[in-house]
């Protein structure tokens, strides 16, 4: 089958991006209400849900408490209280704050509030308690790091400072956070497990059926309900949406790897959910896919496992200006990262299978051995101005092979900021 361009002329195009900005303009709409709702009073007394829970200390060696809540409304925001708190991630809350001077910017990427007073509320737990959760895969385990690693692989649970610094060191941050990595492997163990049963019948009843028409949409809707569970992580939402819109695309012949797709996407999750804008891992995401499919629009090699692992690398690579410009931090250690993506492939669903049979803590020395190793941290800063050029590079390199090999160059170069 002829694969087909997504738009046929550019009045389809225009046209698509009229209604993404229709969408835009209506969503902006909702948000700047709800804003002036939210900000018509300084006061707030409200119920909310624990999002994220740990200590910092400041230049004078004080600790106090950092708290990411979101309010039944919708809103989410950050508070700190100088006392200890006793509340539990995906705890619910009663919380009195207030708001002054509050920004319609601030108020998209996630503001800040003064807390007069926080507190559990055990009398209302919603019906289902996704603590239940990560208590069955913690329990597991005998070392509380490992309980933790694997209920952030799992459940998208926020790392503390020790765990992060452990899979920065070894700059697999974006196997830890649930992304389209999961997606592959969530759907490829439910076709495994699916599609036997589904031949079986197929070849009895229905031949003339597709397996993959058919077991596509169940597979959707556990994908949807993970992500519904996981509180819309924004990397595996974006995975998500592209999955549906690839297979809708596949099964009418249009081009799945190309970057109008991509362009889409992107543009119609920012209409319909502006706070996104602000959202650095779903950016972070986007530039993965973005150069994912440079690499495959360039590269024609007819040798599948070269081929796998020159993308594996190119990402890599092409990825290490973006995320330095915002995590200076490297080790000799993050190079072996091209490596560990591939072994993540046997590593997550093997995890997975172990939890659910509740025999999760057996590969625990092993993880942590591997965690533990020590390493010299340096620092590798990209500055802004570099940054922007090399975008522009990486840009440009859709319409230029010489472009494209100049981005890994360019990439590669980063490595002048290293100190």
Known sequence: MVNIPLYKSKKELFFALGVVFCIALISLG???YRYQTLSKTSLHVSKATVLNHYQKTNEKGKTYDVVKLKLD??????TVSWKPLHVELKSRVKVKFELKNLSFKEYLSGFFAPTLALYEIYEDNPPFDVRVLYDFVRDQHEDTIMGELYSALLFATPLSKELREDVQKWGITHLVAISGYNVGVISFLLFFVLKPPYT???????PYRNA???LMPFVFLVLIGYMILIDYVPPFMRAVIMSMMG?????RGVKLLSFESLFIVVVGLLAFIPSLFFSLSFWFSIAGVFYLFLFVHHVKWQNKLLLFLGLDIFVFVAMIPIVHAFFPVFTLLQLTSPLWSA???IFYPLGLVLHLVGQGGILDSMVLAFLHVEAKSYTLSVTYEFLVVYGA????AIWSKKLFVLTFIVAL????FIQ
């Open 73 to 78: 409304s919708g809103e989410q925001f950050y």
């Open 413 to 416: 170069s980063a490595f002048v």
């Open 30 to 32: 909702v948000e700047f």
């Open 212 to 214: 993959i028409a058919d």
């Open 200 to 206: 079986f019948f197929q070849s009895r009843y229905f």
């Open 343 to 345: 072994v993540f492939i």
């Open 247 to 251: 297979f809708f695309f596949f099964s």
């Open 393 to 396: 590079v990486s840009l440009l």
